[in-house]
């Protein structure tokens, strides 16, 4: 079965990004001139997906009006010729692209949020994309798992090695010589890790991925973890492991944020060479 379907759980509180993500959505931070949730459905949608799932939660309102028709501001553009802008803001939603809204009604971790997407998914295979992880390359890194997915017919998981001292961030995957996933570990200590195979926020699974998640125990504070689900996917079936190209910018964290704006902003068609410019001035 083909890849037609991508959920982005957008539903966690953004703690770590305080006090921006009080009441404003996370994911709508821009990164240059674009939210970061739109460079994520961008890569889906050039991994040829069409149908997108977000799962949301309070105070995300924003995003669902990002993908909605916003009839007054086109009419006005249109009105006032500006057609340029009109084809910047049309692009936010192909006419092919569909979009669908779940709320998570209380944020009880990155496992709940995939299982709130079970009835739009049904029993076909899909894309997880964490909007945490903006991915820069020219061929889409969704659609460098969607390319695995196809050839094993099983879940792949998108990783990226990490130095050894930053294991502890990150769920840690074990693999053997066929690329296939023996174990994950979520934040294991340096001298405990059996690799350093970081995965990094792009997911494929199959339906039952969803089977796993109602197995998970929830933890202390009732979070049901994805990567508990995983490890129990992985008794019934194989999962692979992707190495994918691309740049990845943690814009969950704010120097991983900083970072995206400024290398974007560096390679921005308008903005990039008088930027540069600046930059090169207030170097300390
Ligand atoms: P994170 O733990 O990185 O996101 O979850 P967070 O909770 O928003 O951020 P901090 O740590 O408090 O700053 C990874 C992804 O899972 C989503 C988040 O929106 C993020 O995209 N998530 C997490 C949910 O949708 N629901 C949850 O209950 C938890």
Not at 125 to 152: C, E, G, R
Not at 236 to 251: I, L, N, T, W
Request: charged share 30%; net charge negative.
């Amino acid at each position: 079965m083909k890849v037609r379907k991508a959920v982005f759980p957008v539903a966690g509180l953004g703690t770590r990004f305080l006090p921006a993500t009080k009441a404003s959505p996370k994911e709508m931070l821009t990164v240059v001139d674009k939210p970061v949730i739109q460079y994520v459905v961008e890569e889906a949608y050039d991994s040829g997906i069409r149908q997108m799932i977000f799962v949301t939660g309070r105070t995300k309102r924003a995003i669902e009006d990002h993908f909605d028709l916003n009839f007054e501001l086109e009419n006005e553009l249109e009105v006032k010729s500006k057609k340029e802008l009109l084809g910047v803001v049309r692009r936010i939603k192909p006419d092919d692209m569909s979009c669908f809204f779940v709320r998570q009604e209380k944020p009880l971790g990155l496992g709940h949020a995939v299982g709130c997407a079970r009835e739009i998914i049904g029993k076909e295979p899909f894309a997880v994309l964490l909007p945490d992880d903006l991915m820069v390359n020219d061929i889409p890194v969704t659609s460098q798992l969607i390319d695995i997915y196809d050839k094993n017919d099983a879940s792949v998981i998108g990783v990226q090695e990490v130095p050894l001292d930053q294991v502890e961030r990150y769920g840690i995957v074990q693999i053997d010589d066929h690329k296939r996933i023996t174990g994950i570990v979520e934040k294991p200590k340096a001298n405990e890790a059996k690799s350093n195979l970081a995965v990094s926020g792009r997911y494929i699974f199959t339906a039952e991925i969803f089977d796993a998640l109602s197995e998970v125990t929830p933890g202390a504070l009732g979070e049901i973890q994805l990567t508990d689900a995983i490890q129990i996917l992985l008794k019934s079936q194989d999962a692979y492991v992707k190495k994918f190209e691309g740049k990845r910018y943690d814009c969950g964290d704010k120097l991983g944020y900083l970072k995206a704006n400024v290398e974007l902003g560096l390679q921005h068609d308008e903005l990039g060479s008088e930027f540069k410019d600046w930059l090169e001035k207030i170097k300390i």
